[in-house]
């Protein structure tokens, strides 16, 4: 069955630094995509990062870098130079195959990131 | 370019009653995804609407109901309130499923509905 895994319930990082939180995924379709969300606590859900699994290079966006290992099936999101307003729940999603009727993301449980001066 | 909108950003109910939540997609976007934010559940999937017709379903009751309109906007219907549909509800929308690739979903800032 399809399943989203954030082990980490909660991080903390110093501002500027780097952080890496952590995403494992279970499928057994070979085609699906990986996204990355940030919830603030006014609640929106914010589309950070896309990951598909045919692309070969790994996916950025500005700060925001998807360290994908297919084999590992782990996608992990990297924010590089972090800010205060990086603090959010922030979670991994995914969407498996083409297949019309099975559109919805499956969500893992998120992770609690709080940046610090 | 206006993001999803949800309405209302609140709503107060009894148990026993309906409610009903409002979502417009993003201009151009024909899919349109609501979705339950439970307190300690995670995000869950409730519905999926595409072209006016529903594509597919969470496991929820069928209290849980809703509907596209021709302009794309949806509403989502909770009859018979229980307290533990007491949760933040989350719509999105996405380019359909014509559009090539995967497409991520962009999310409204919800609706908080509260059952007393």
């Known amino acids: 069955a399809q399943k989203i895994t954030q082990t980490q319930p909660g991080m903390f990082v110093q501002e500027k630094e780097a952080v890496t939180l952590d995403c494992t995924y279970d499928t057994s379709d070979q085609s699906y995509g990986l996204f990355w969300y940030k919830q603030p606590s006014s609640g929106e859900m914010i589309f950070l990062i896309y990951?598909?699994?045919?692309?070969?290079q790994n996916a950025t966006e500005g700060r925001y870098s998807l360290n994908f290992q297919k084999a590992r099936k782990s996608a992990n999101l990297v924010i590089s130079a972090s800010q205060l307003g990086d603090s959010a729940m922030y979670f991994c999603a995914m969407r498996e195959g083409k297949t019309y009727n099975t559109d919805k993301l499956i969500f893992g449980t998120g992770t609690r990131l709080q940046v610090f001066p | 370019e206006a993001g999803v909108t949800q309405s209302p950003t609140h709503l107060i109910k009894t148990r026993g009653q309906q409610a009903t939540l409002r979502c417009s997609p993003i201009s151009g976007h024909t899919s349109v995804y609501w979705y339950q934010q439970a307190l300690g559940l995670g995000l869950q999937f409730l519905l999926w609407?595409?072209?006016?017709?529903?594509?597919n379903r969470g496991n929820f009751p069928p209290r849980f109901s809703g509907r596209q309109f021709p302009n794309y906007s949806s509403e989502l219907n909770v009859n018979a309130l229980e307290l533990e549909d007491s949760a933040l509800y989350l719509c999105?929308?996405?380019?359909?499923?014509?559009?090539?690739?995967?497409?991520?979903?962009?999310f409204g800032d919800g609706t908080r509905l509260s059952i007393l």
């Open positions: 999105a929308s996405s380019l359909g499923q014509g559009a090539m690739g995967n497409q991520p979903q962009h």
């Open positions: 609407y595409d072209e006016g017709e529903e594509r």
């Open positions: 990951q598909g699994s045919y692309d070969e």
